[in-house]
C-alpha cells in the first residue's frame, strides 16, 4: 500500500471527511449515523483512536476506537469502513495494532455480523482476530443500505496482538486451521437456506450463506432463517464455552469443544 498514507485525524475538516465516508457506505436513515464529527472530536481530544488512510490527498478509509476495560489494556474499534481498492482495511488494522502496541495495550476488540462471509474471513483468517461471544440483536433492528431491517445480532471478536495468529497476520501469513477427521456439520446450507446438523463433537463446522447482504433483498425470510439459525447454533456453542479457532474456506466457522 504505498500510495495510501495513513494517519490520525485531528481536524474538524478530516472529522467531516470520515462522516461522509462511512455515510457512503452505510447510507444510514436520517439521523442514524454510526458516528458523528463532534463525538470524533470528543474521543480523539480525549486520546482515543481516530485514524484515516488517504489515497492521492482522498480518504479512502477511517477507523475510530476508544479505551476499553480492562483498563490500560483493551482498545475498542467501534468502526472501520474503506473504500477505492483492497488493502486499505488490512493497512487500518495494521495501523491500529501498531498505535495499541504503543500504548501498552495487548488486544483489540470490535464487533462484527458473523453472517457476512468476508468480514469473517476477514477477521479471523488474515488478522487472526477470535470471535468470544455472541450477542444477539445488539443494535437493535438496523434500518441502513446493508442492513435492511435485519436483527443486528453480532459477535465480539478479540484481537490478542501479541498471540501467534495475530503476529502471523502482521506478516502477511494467514491463519488456516486444519480440519480433523470426523468433524461434524452443525450448519450447513441446502439450496440456499439454513440446515441444523450435529454439534456434539470435538470439532463442528459451521456455515454462513455465500451473501447474506443480498439475500437480506432478494429473499428477506430466507436471511432471517440464518439468522436465527447461526444464533442458535454457533451462539449456542459459544455459549457452552466453545472456542471458534478459525474460518474455513472462505465458507464456515471451525469451533473446537473443550475435551
Request: glycine share 10%.
Amino acid at each position: 500500500m504505498s500510495d495510501v498514507t495513513l494517519r490520525e485525524l485531528h481536524s474538524l475538516e478530516e472529522f467531516a471527511d470520515a462522516v461522509r465516508l462511512f455515510d457512503d457506505i452505510w447510507n444510514p436513515e436520517p439521523g442514524k449515523r454510526p458516528i458523528t464529527v463532534e463525538l470524533m472530536r470528543a474521543l480523539s481530544h480525549a486520546g482515543n483512536y481516530v485514524a484515516g488512510a488517504y489515497r492521492d490527498g482522498r480518504i479512502v478509509g477511517a477507523s475510530v476506537g476508544f479505551l476499553g476495560t480492562p483498563a490500560g489494556q483493551v482498545l475498542h474499534s467501534h468502526i472501520t469502513g474503506t473504500r477505492g481498492g483492497r488493502g486499505i482495511g488490512f493497512a487500518l488494522k495494521l495501523h491500529q495494532r501498531a498505535w495499541a502496541l504503543e500504548r501498552d495495550l495487548n488486544r483489540i476488540t470490535w464487533t462484527y455480523d458473523p453472517l457476512v462471509r468476508r468480514n469473517a474471513h476477514f477477521n479471523l483468517a488474515k488478522l487472526g482476530a477470535r470471535p468470544e461471544e455472541y450477542l444477539p440483536s445488539f443494535y437493535g433492528v438496523m434500518g441502513d443500505a446493508i442492513n435492511t431491517g435485519d436483527e443486528s445480532d453480532r459477535v465480539l471478536a478479540v484481537w490478542r496482538l501479541t498471540e501467534p495468529p495475530a503476529l502471523d497476520a502482521a506478516q502477511g501469513v494467514p491463519c488456516r486451521p486444519p480440519i480433523p477427521p470426523g468433524a461434524l456439520t452443525g450448519l450447513s446450507e441446502r439450496d440456499g437456506r439454513p440446515v441444523a446438523g450435529r454439534t456434539d463433537g470435538r470439532t463442528v463446522l459451521v456455515a454462513v450463506p455465500a451473501d447474506i447482504e443480498a439475500l437480506r433483498h432478494t429473499d428477506p425470510a430466507t436471511a432471517t432463517a440464518w439468522r436465527h439459525a447461526l444464533r442458535d447454533v454457533l451462539g449456542g456453542l459459544l455459549r457452552e464455552g466453545a472456542r471458534v479457532t478459525g474460518f474455513h474456506d472462505k465458507s464456515c466457522y471451525v469451533v473446537e469443544r473443550n475435551a
